[in-house]
């Protein structure tokens, strides 16, 4: 049910994409030779700018209330949400910010192309305090927390380049 939930859901955001869930821990047992009187199931859901969290969770109660109506001996709630850095964010591709992230960037010798990520990080906590902010730096999303992370020392040199210009860009300094 959590799987076609998944393959279900709809939205489509410009930079971000659409939406996700999926099934990233299953836990049961505690010993070989014993059945599990329980089963732990973790779903990771990712949303896009105008998502809800309260309306992502409704949606999940939904599909375990269909779960609860198809099968009655099984008992299934939701046990917790896990805390996360909070609800997806963005800034106007427009701002200013973005302008002087972009020129730093392309004179650093990157594409300034813009695109969003569905991982967490704080510019939900800068943005909803009014701060302008864009998620930038060097190396591939791809790599991130995966076994053998890693950059390339020119990618390293073009991200400190890119934070200089845009320090100095901020400042009101020549470039």
């Not at 410009?14 to 999926?22: I, R, W």
């Not at 732990?40 to 269909?66: C, F, S, Y």
């Not at 701002?95 to 990080?121: N, P, Q, T, W």
């Amino acid at each position: 049910a959590l799987r076609e939930y998944a393959a279900g859901l709809r939205g489509e955001h410009p930079f971000c994409g659409s939406p996700s869930a999926a099934i990233t821990l299953v836990s049961a047992g505690i010993k070989e030779n014993v059945i599990p009187d329980r089963c732990e199931i973790t779903l990771d859901r990712r949303m896009i700018p105008g998502e809800l969290e309260d309306r992502a969770l409704a949606e999940v109660e939904t599909v375990l209330d269909r779960v609860r109506s198809a099968h009655p001996e099984i008992k299934v709630k939701v046990e917790r949400c896990m805390p996360t850095t909070g609800s997806p964010s963005e800034i106007d591709p427009s701002h200013h910010f973005v302008k002087i992230a972009r020129e730093a960037v392309m004179k650093a010798g990157g594409s300034g192309d813009l695109y969003g990520m569905s991982g967490a990080c704080d510019m939900t906590h800068f943005r909803s305090i009014g701060i302008p902010t864009v998620v930038i730096g060097p190396g591939s999303e791809s790599q991130a927390h995966q076994p053998d992370e890693h950059m390339d020392i020119e990618e390293l040199r073009r991200g400190a380049l890119t934070y200089a210009l845009i320090a100095l860009a901020v400042c009101g300094a020549a470039s």
